[in-house]
């Protein structure tokens, strides 16, 4: 891949639990980027973290970025049944204006 | 309408024939992507527009992949001679500039073209 590589590529949990995904790339960026899409369907938006940021939250959501280890965690908390999903990564190089996905996480909450 | 609308959504042809996928991003978006989703993988990046500037194809796979973008609106990805490997679901997705010479920030998708080449 030319960029993010997510981690692990699938994960099945509990509703109720937390679910903790790792994305990992090869350059610098100017931002990363979390999706998700529901089976068959377009990606949505869930949250942007710059390259000077070290924690976001939105919500249920909390994205950290670590830029020396060039890596970046996605946290659920409190899943539900509705969050199974994939989850991609999409990351923006520094000084290229687009943006590379990773081959995603499909998370499965079971109700 | 208020988002990114692709059209056909989905698509069946036959071996050597030539498809056309149609993109109308949000309105004022200058920035516009193609990517390409095959089953069950990641999105393979195809064509970067932005504004007036000259497209970044560097990601498209071959000479039978062509793309356009009129009065910086609508965009028509063209595959000619289309084979079974080019069957997955392409996506599209458009984004506001970025600021100060930065990055555009999130990207908004359709709900893609699903090309199925028998």
């Known amino acids: 891949s030319q960029q993010g590589e997510e981690d692990p590529q699938a994960l099945s949990i509990q509703e109720g639990e937390n679910a903790t995904m790792n994305c990992s790339y090869k350059?610098?960026?100017?931002?990363l980027q979390w999706y998700r899409q529901n089976s068959g369907r377009g990606l949505v938006h869930l949250i942007l973290?710059?390259?000077?940021?070290r924690e976001k939250h939105s919500g249920r959501l909390r994205v950290t970025l670590d830029t020396s280890k060039k890596s970046s965690s996605l946290l659920i908390t409190a899943s539900r049944a509705a969050d199974t999903a994939s989850y991609f990564c999409?990351?923006?190089?520094?000084?290229?204006?687009?943006?590379?996905f990773g081959s995603g996480t499909k998370l499965n909450v079971k109700p | 309408g208020a988002g990114v609308s692709q059209s056909p959504s989905n698509k069946v042809t036959e071996k050597g024939k030539d498809v056309e996928l149609r993109c109308d991003p949000i309105?004022?978006?200058?920035?516009l992507y193609w990517y390409r989703q095959s089953l069950g993988q990641g999105l393979e990046f195809l064509i970067y527009?932005?504004?007036?500037?000259?497209?970044?194809k560097s990601g498209l796979p071959s000479d039978r992949f062509s793309a356009e973008r009129t009065g910086g609106s609508v965009s028509t990805l063209t595959i000619q001679r289309t084979q079974q490997e080019d069957s997955a679901v392409y996506l599209c997705?458009?984004?506001?500039?970025?600021?100060?010479?930065?990055?555009?920030?999130?990207?908004?998708f359709g709900e893609g073209s699903r090309l199925t080449v028998l």
């Open positions: 309105s004022g978006h200058t920035a």
């Open positions: 999409a990351t923006a190089i520094y000084n290229f204006n687009k943006f590379y």
């Open positions: 527009f932005q504004g007036n500037s000259a497209p970044d």
């Open positions: 350059t610098s960026i100017n931002n």
């Open positions: 973290i710059r390259s000077n940021e």
């Open positions: 997705a458009s984004s506001p500039t970025g600021t100060s010479g930065g990055p555009p920030g999130e990207l908004f």
